[in-house]
């Protein structure tokens, strides 16, 4: 700088000590004459402490190395030096780091030859983020449409691809030729061509993006899905092209497609799982055999589908099939239909479901059956298809089920499921209903054997009883009568219940039945039996044995009739010529219970007629005892003369005229005392 005037000696001393780049200058010795401050804050040190020394003494070994290497090569006339490197020693950027410098080395030379070099040191930290972070994005794009499946593919403006487009040709197998201009549209499906190009040409049009899923051909021939999406790029109201991508989404339409059909299985498995628990429902519901067939016919209609539904017993004495009907012990024997009986017998031999879901089926698997019958039965019959399934308890055959359906069906391997758990469940039912119609034949036997066979005859009097199990039961009701004459020419009849069901009441009916024929031949007014039956319940009966009963003695001569109630509903009076009643005398308490026993008389008319009952006459789920006996009065008014005159007819009336609209829940009985001749007048 010696040749510099004063001024510009100056201007450039400061220039190179306050520049932002670093600068420093090396003797031929390779030793620093000069560092500004913004390199020695690169080095990290003070300007003065380079000042005449050799950069291995002042920087990492490293650095150092790099730094006279490069001095070296300047000095001996090489040419400058260049380098990027992060300086071990430099001062970190505003992230932290190390900040990375070009530097440059040149030579100092004059006219006779070089006398020392220049290092300028530039900062390229903020340049190199902003490199890395492109080439970062740059490779995270590609990365991402790798990771996708992308296709990135342009057109312009008028929706005409010219730029080539090597991955989809490499998918498809087209030549660029091909590919060009609209041919990519090619590689569509046939069925699917025509609709992705008319989207295309509407989204040119239009302006608007372009989003459609179609069928790709590849190179092997088979068909992919994908999904182009394109979008106009505008500048101002200009179009300037358009950039798009294919995304391969096979994998998310079949996960779709199966998700779809999980969906719909699950829906239909949910709803066969309904249909089951209603059909069980139903079955077990159904206490006879008429009613299980009855039931089998609405859950083929509503949850098979079926058009018939035919369920048939196995006989196991001459091993052939019955079907069963709705009607109580309605059988036929098999041979109602080639394909009744070769279709269920097929079910029941081979104990596994005979499904055929068209006629070829169906002569497919009865191939070895009598192919005359079944071929003219397919040309005549309007059934299609039809589904077999033996009816199996522990294992072995018991009967059959039958549906038909007037249309070909194919049931799958879930509906096949269905249809044998549902046969399960009529298996079950049919052995219950079974097992029920012979327990209550046994119950009804008993409950009569229990009963007097036939009521005394008495001059002057006409009696008769009526007695009807409740229909859901199977074991002997706690309802009885009984009649019978007394030494001094008087009849005796009473009417009970004793509550509950089975062995317990039978024996507890008897015991009070046998027990109040004794006490009527020593003591026969109605209050001294009632209380020797206390003392004799008191003694044998427990406390929970509720017992009621209405006793009365009539003397058919006079009329007169002396009763005792022990808890029980009151005596209903029909007469003939006035409107009927009921002995609205207090009851007593029920046997058993300590109390003194009333004794009542009055005297019934020649004409009229005295019926006692149970409450299973007048009470039921849907009817209380008081609006029952309201209900019997009014129906015994409207009885005819002639029904009021005969007994058994009037008990006939007065059970189909209570029980009509109702359901039998309880047994019934009655008993009823006529007198039709005898003239007497009150007490």
């Not at 509550?499 to 001294?528: C, H, Q, W, Y």
């Not at 058994?648 to 007065?654: K, S």
Request: hydrophobic share 40%.
């Amino acid at each position: 700088m010696s040749g510099l005037g004063p001024i510009d000696a100056a201007l450039l001393d400061s220039l190179l000590r306050e520049a932002p780049i670093g600068f420093a200058f090396f003797d031929e010795s390779g030793r620093y004459q000069r560092v500004n401050r913004a390199l020695a804050a690169i080095y990290g040190v003070g300007d003065s402490g380079c000042r005449g020394r050799t950069p291995s003494e002042v920087l990492d070994p490293e650095d150092a190395a790099v730094h006279e290497a490069a001095i070296a090569a300047v000095l001996a006339g090489e040419g400058p030096v260049s380098s990027e490197r992060r300086l071990s020693d430099g001062e970190p950027d505003d992230t932290g780091e190390r900040r990375r410098w070009s530097l440059d080395w040149y030579p100092a030379q004059s006219d006779d030859g070089v006398h020392g070099a220049v290092l300028i040191a530039v900062d390229l930290s903020d340049r190199y983020r902003a490199e890395v972070a492109l080439r970062r994005t740059e490779e995270r794009y590609r990365s991402l449409l790798t990771a996708t499946n992308q296709v990135v593919w342009t057109a312009d403006a008028d929706g005409e691809v010219r730029e080539d487009c090597p991955e989809w040709r490499t998918i498809t197998g087209q030549t660029a030729e091909q590919y060009l201009g609209r041919g990519w549209l090619d590689a569509a499906h046939p069925d699917d061509r025509d609709q992705v190009e008319r989207a295309w040409n509407d989204a040119v049009a239009d302006r608007a993006t372009f989003d459609e899923i179609f069928r790709v051909r590849t190179q092997s021939g088979d068909f992919r899905y994908y999904r182009s999406r394109a979008v106009p790029i505008m500048r101002g109201d200009s179009l300037m092209e358009w950039v798009g991508a294919h995304s391969d989404i096979t994998t998310q339409h079949e996960a779709d497609d199966m998700r779809q059909r999980l969906t719909q299985q699950l829906g239909e498995a949910a709803l066969r799982t309904v249909r089951l628990q209603k059909a069980t429902a139903d079955l077990a519901e159904a206490l006879t055999v008429g009613e299980v067939v009855q039931a089998m016919a609405e859950i083929g209609q509503s949850a098979v589908g079926a058009d018939s539904t035919t369920l048939a017993e196995l006989d196991r004495d001459d091993l052939r099939l019955h079907m069963l009907g709705d009607e109580p012990g309605h059988r036929t024997a098999s041979r109602a239909g080639p394909d009744r009986s070769a279709t269920m017998e097929y079910a029941v031999r081979e104990r596994r479901p005979f499904i055929a879901g068209n006629p070829a089926e169906m002569r497919a698997l009865l191939e070895d059956e009598d192919e005359p019958e079944i071929v003219e039965f397919l040309r005549t019959t309007e059934e299609r298809a039809w589904v077999a399934l033996p009816l199996l308890s522990a294992g072995q055959p018991i009967g059959a089920l039958r549906f038909t359906f007037s249309a070909s069906r194919e049931v799958s391997d879930e509906e096949k499921v269905f249809l044998e758990a549902l046969a399960g469940q009529c298996a079950l039912a049919l052995e219950r209903a079974k097992l029920f119609e012979r327990e209550h034949r046994t119950a009804e036997a008993l409950q009569t054997s229990l009963l007097p066979e036939d009521l005394p005859k008495v001059k002057g009097i006409r009696m008769q009883a009526f007695y009807r199990s409740g229909t859901q039961h199977v074991q002997v009701g706690g309802d009885w009568y009984d009649a019978f004459p007394l030494p001094d020419g008087r009849v005796a009849g009473v009417l009970g219940d004793v509550m509950g069901k089975g062995i317990k009441a039978a024996t507890g009916m008897s015991r009070v039945r046998n027990a109040l024929r004794a006490l009527a031949f020593s003591m026969p007014e109605p209050a001294d039996v009632l209380t020797g039956l206390d003392r004799m319940f008191d003694a044998t009966e427990g406390v929970d044995q509720v017992t009621t009963l209405v006793y009365f003695v009539l003397d058919s001569e006079t009329g007169q009739v002396e009763l005792s109630n022990a808890g029980h509903l009151p005596p209903l009076v029909v007469t003939e010529n006035a409107g009927p009643w009921l002995l609205e005398t207090e009851p007593d308490t029920p046997l058993g219970v300590s109390s003194e026993r009333g004794h009542h008389k009055f005297f019934v008319q020649p004409g009229n007629t005295v019926v006692l009952y149970s409450d299973g006459l007048v009470e039921n789920r849907k009817r209380a005892v008081a609006s029952g006996l309201d209900e019997l009065v009014t129906v015994a008014s409207q009885a005819r003369p002639e029904v009021v005159g005969d007994p058994q007819h009037m008990l006939q009336y007065l059970v189909e005229g209570m029980l009509a609209g109702y359901e039998q829940d309880d047994d019934v009985t009655l008993l009823a005392v006529h007198l039709p001749v005898m003239d007497s007048a009150p007490e």
